[in-house]
């Protein structure tokens, strides 16, 4: 049982950085995976980055990787998203979610996620 609650999102200009805060309780397994998804209005929820709780491991996706980057504080039980170089495909409301388990076939599907935050809005202005 993990609970989850995002903050951080506002508006922004093109260009800007952002950082986002997921702060996460409950039960935490090695293989626990955290991070974050993201849903444009129309479109389907997509996955951007998770981490590994026990050992760190970060994964990206392709649209992200090189301006986005996760990371984990196991003193305070928060992931964060570091945003960088941010577009107006960004805008999205952003969730952070939770599994107990990594798996290399379903990390990417937000269907095998069982924890999720309330979301939060990130709107990226040009």
């Known amino acids: 049982q993990v609970q989850l609650v995002e903050s951080g999102g506002g508006l922004v200009q093109v260009g800007d950085s952002l950082r986002l805060s997921c702060a996460a309780s409950?039960?935490?397994?090695?293989?626990?995976?955290i991070g974050w998804f993201r849903q444009a209005p129309g479109k389907e929820r997509e996955f951007i980055s998770v981490v590994t709780w026990g050992d760190g491991r970060t994964y990206y996706s392709d649209s992200v990787k090189g301006r986005f980057s996760i990371s984990r504080d196991s003193a305070k039980n928060t992931v964060y998203l570091q945003m960088n170089s941010l577009t107006p495909d960004d805008t999205a409301v952003y969730y952070c979610?939770?599994?107990?388990?990594?798996?290399?076939?379903?990390?990417?599907?937000?269907?095998?996620?069982?924890?999720w935050g309330q979301g939060t809005q990130v709107t990226v202005s040009s």
């Open positions: 409950g039960r935490f397994f090695r293989s626990t995976t």
């Open positions: 979610a939770g599994r107990q388990t990594f798996h290399a076939a379903t990390y990417t599907y937000s269907r095998y996620y069982a924890y």
